[in-house]
């Protein structure tokens, strides 16, 4: 039984080992306009589709930059080195810092038959290699960013004007915990992996509300994650049946105890489920001391088969409710 591993948030005993400055640029503009996509491309057949995509969005100069919440590839291709890097690439298209943080569909899942058989743990590696080798986004403009360590180097943070972003490493397939015979490890080593992924997380999140507590700290924060933890993966009803635990109720606890420290609006941002939903749910479920639920805001993007659409998000730093997403169409005609 995997046992809770929440970490107290303490933004004035909060000390940071790391020697490396958080990258802080001053927006051109204001307000901050991002563009969210995700959960593409879903096959060789819907490269193109994810092509037009990046390209509708190199064409925005009201978008600044954007946000790939993960799944580069569909649950029944292969992992192999060259997908993978072929996905990377295409990524790579974006004229725009492209921020990405990785998806069960390309290292997860990856023990699958139709994936290859591959060790799930091997292909984050392999991943870490192409995307997150260096301290920055992808795309024809990288932009740095702060990597958590070695270790976890897709862990990002970066600040833009008075708004910190934050990416975790928060996969589908219920954080990782699912173990069908495919996957070919044991209960102890799927545990263990995700216990070190976790603790990585919430070590991350610390470090985030750690800058609430600096000379002009944040005004708001972005979070950024693949997996859909409210209304997608987790335990569910089958879950239930079958006593799995939940793999997201202790990072949503986290991030309740997140909203609650900085006592500032937080949006988490996700894919996994491939449908626009701009909402306020509740944490308390996962924390029945939450106490600023009116803090608490997500966003999801539109994924595979949904080509012709993506997600604009504007954040008003500083305001009450700075956040703003709002679906937009690609147009496919003259």
């Known amino acids: 039984m995997i046992k809770p591993i929440l970490l107290t948030l303490a933004l004035l005993t909060f000390k940071t080992s790391l020697a490396s400055a958080l990258p802080h640029t001053n927006p051109t503009s204001t307000p901050l306009t991002f563009a969210l996509i995700g959960d593409q491309p879903y096959g060789a057949f819907f490269v193109p589709s994810t092509d037009k995509v990046i390209q509708a969005v190199n064409s925005r100069p009201d978008v600044q930059w954007v946000l790939h919440v993960g799944d580069i590839k569909g649950g029944g291709e292969r992992c192999d080195n060259d997908l993978l890097k072929a996905r990377i690439a295409q ?13 069960d569909n390309e290292w997860t899942d990856c023990h699958r038959d139709s994936n290859g058989n591959y060790n799930s743990q091997e292909r984050l590696a392999f991943l870490r290699k192409i995307a997150f080798a260096k301290p920055q986004s992808l795309g024809q403009h990288p932009a740095p960013v702060l990597q958590q360590n070695k270790q976890f180097p897709e862990n990002a943070m970066w600040r833009i004007g008075n708004t910190l972003f934050v990416t975790l490493n928060v996969p589908g397939s219920n954080n990782d915990l699912e173990a ?135 954040v008003r730093s500083g305001q009450e409710s700075p956040f703003n997403a709002e679906s937009v169409s690609i147009q496919t005609g003259p």
Request: no cysteine.
């Open 180 to 314: 069908p015979a495919s996957r070919k490890e044991s209960p102890e080593a799927i545990e263990a992996s995700y216990l070190s992924r976790e603790r990585a997380n919430e070590q991350w999140l610390q470090k985030a509300a750690g800058e609430f507590n600096k000379e002009s700290p944040p005004t708001e924060t972005v979070i950024a994650m693949q997996a859909n933890p409210l209304d997608g993966s987790g335990g569910g009803w089958l879950g239930k049946l079958l006593n799995t635990p939940n793999g997201y109720a202790s990072i949503m606890k986290a991030i309740a105890g997140y909203v609650d420290a900085t006592q500032r609006p937080v949006l988490l941002a996700h894919g996994d489920t491939h449908r626009f939903v701009f909402d306020q749910p509740d944490l308390s479920r996962f924390d029945p001391s939450f106490k600023h639920p009116e803090l608490f805001h997500r966003v999801e993007g539109w994924g595979h088969p949904f080509y012709n659409e993506w997600v604009r998000i504007t």
């Open 91 to 103: 990524l790579n298209q974006s004229q725009k810092p492209l921020y990405y943080t990785p998806g």
